[in-house]
């Protein structure tokens, strides 16, 4: 077919065509549109109300507990519920079963599958996070909690249910989370003041019994290098038991951590043989000063005491002189000066976690409280009513442009009016 003999649409064409069949084309459009202008005066109508807060980390214990903080280098998280999961819980089957059992929605939705009135819920509730600006991952700033809902009074009141019951969820949980993490560091603070009492008691012993009175400045500066790591590696391991408690032990905050305390733990035994080594003082030493701090108490005191006391004018011999009493009064002193460091790391944490736990709240500061509508939030009659002109304006052309289909078909019986009489004794239309 040439480009002459293809057909083009012509505005004349067009004009006359619309003339032609305005009664029908007047009709289609004027009853379509009545009847959406019908629609949206009988659609119910719905109104919303709206509620803004912000979740604030205000559990840090008030002044006393912001002063703990700064005087303890010892990173630390509350646990407590974050603005994205504070959204979680807001869509949670929990909240809507409490949101449906206290204003019976099964009957006001009219719907007795519990499944589809959790749906219609969730339909009728818009929840909305406001997020800082920046490029990647931003954090939630604000969340608005909007519903819907037939009864202007009815909306009011779910939207406040919803906030009483995410505070009182939210609340419940940071509860839960202060007293594990309260607990953890209770039991390592207990352990800690009976091994710091046990150290006291057997150093303290040793001095009497060896007549030795105070260390060395070269000793006590290594110890306190040695009990501030190992200081560490108990705050370490107290990050990691609560992380597990809380993450799964393949997390990668959770490797991080066990990645930082071996590395310390390693520094910390390097520490340590160089410490003894240093004060062994000769090389056999290590056979005479083997065993555990206990038992070298009981083996290496006597002897000290009886060389002491025999040798000429000299009642406290250096400790470089005796070295199996310099190895053992090293390990005691050692000991102390660990448990000590570790006591001025757990303790502050175990003070601030009981002005935690005394503290706790859902962190929740509204922001707007959840207003009284007094206009419709739907239908919106307007579009409503547009939408039906336009759909009858489709209608109207597509009426008269098959009605010239089958006029012209009848006069010429082309290939396709031929096509569409066989579709119709198909369906068994044999008008």
């Known amino acids: 077919m040439s480009n002459g003999d293809r057909p083009s649409v012509n505005i004349l064409d067009l004009l006359l065509l619309i003339a032609r069949y305005r009664k029908r084309i007047f009709l289609i459009v004027f009853g379509i549109t009545l009847v959406a202008l019908g629609a949206s005066l009988v659609w119910p109508k719905t109104y919303k109300s709206t509620v803004r807060f912000a979740q604030y980390d205000s559990g840090g214990g008030g002044m006393a507990g912001s002063l703990i903080s700064s005087l303890v280098q010892m990173p630390f998280s509350s646990g407590r519920v974050s603005a994205e999961q504070s959204t979680i819980i807001l869509r949670s089957r929990t909240m809507q079963d409490a949101v449906i059992d206290r204003f019976d929605l099964a009957e ?181 000063a083997g065993s555990g701090t206990g038992s070298s108490v009981g083996s290496d005191a006597g002897p000290g005491t009886g060389s002491r006391t025999g040798m000429s004018g000299d009642l406290f011999p250096p400790m470089m002189e005796m070295p199996k009493m310099g190895l053992e009064y090293a390990r005691l002193f050692r000991e102390r000066t660990i448990q000590e460091k570790i006591y001025e790391l757990i303790y502050p944490q175990y003070e601030q976690q009981k002005m935690l736990l005394d503290d706790t709240n859902s962190g929740i500061r509204l922001i707007d409280e959840a207003n009284l509508p007094t206009y419709k939030h739907k239908p919106k009659r307007a579009l409503i009513v547009i939408a039906g002109f336009l759909f009858s304006i489709f209608v109207a052309f597509f009426s008269i442009t098959f009605s010239e289909f089958v006029k012209r078909g009848q006069a010429s019986g082309d290939e396709n009016y031929q096509k569409y009489l066989k579709l119709k004794e198909q369906f068994g239309d044999k008008s």
């Open 108 to 288: 006001v939705y009219g719907i007795s599958v519990r499944e589809y009135v959790r749906e219609e819920l969730a339909n009728n509730t818009i929840i909305e996070e406001a997020r800082e600006g920046g490029i990647g991952f931003s954090p939630i700033v604000s969340v608005s909690l909007s519903v819907t809902d037939r009864s202007p009074e009815r909306a009011k009141e779910i939207a406040e249910f919803y906030m009483s019951q995410l505070d009182s969820m939210m609340t419940g949980i940071n509860r839960k989370n202060a007293e594990m993490t309260l607990r953890t560091y209770e039991r390592r603070y207990l352990q800690n003041v009976q091994e710091l009492e046990e150290a006291e008691q057997a150093l303290t012993a040793f001095q009497e019994e060896a007549g030795i009175l105070e260390p060395e400045s070269q000793l006590r500066a290594m110890m306190s290098t040695i009990g501030e790591l190992r200081a560490q590696m108990v705050g370490l391991d107290v990050q990691i038991n609560i992380a597990k408690a809380t993450l799964r032990d393949s997390a990668p905050q959770v490797m991080e951590l066990e990645k930082q305390r071996a590395e310390v733990e390693k520094v910390y035994n390097d520490l340590i043989r160089d410490s003894e080594r240093e004060f062994s003082g000769s090389a056999g030493t290590g056979s005479g």
